[in-house]
Nanobody
Framework: QVQLVESGGGLVQAGGSLRLSCAASGYIFSLFAMRWYRQAPGKQRELVATITSGGTTVYPDSVKGRFTISRDNAKNTLYLQMNSLKPEDTAVYYC?????????WGQGTQVTVSS
């Protein structure tokens, strides 16, 4: 079955960097687009980065120029490099894939940015 496991979250000061990882298993990773979402307390889950199977990336304005999504198909792993972090980036970050109209989520990893 599809399994997604995030890691790499933590506490960082504003202006710092973190790299999140998402280990995928149970399907042919290279064939599917992957996404990173985040959810802050009391807010809706927000899409922060998308990478297609061909490597095309898309970001919302809130993270463009600061976050970079990438994938290593040989390792079945998705990454999110986050630079110039801001307190408003504080959230639980989830990786996501969609197969046959079904969404799959990891357990999430907490990112906390202190001011």
């Amino acid at each position: 079955q599809v399994q997604l496991v995030e890691s790499g979250g933590g506490l960082v000061q504003a202006g710092g960097s973190l790299r999140l990882s998402c280990a995928a298993s149970g399907y042919i990773f290279s064939l599917f687009a992957m996404r990173w979402y985040r959810q802050a307390p009391g807010k809706q889950r927000e899409l922060v980065a998308t990478i297609t199977s061909g490597g095309t990336t898309v970001y919302p304005d809130s993270v463009k120029g600061r976050f970079t999504i990438s994938r290593d198909n040989a390792k079945n792993t998705l990454y999110l490099q986050m630079n110039s972090l801001k307190p408003e980036d504080t959230a639980v970050y989830y990786c996501n894939t969609q197969h046959s109209s079904r969404n799959y989520w990891g357990q999430g990893t907490q990112v906390t940015v202190s001011s």
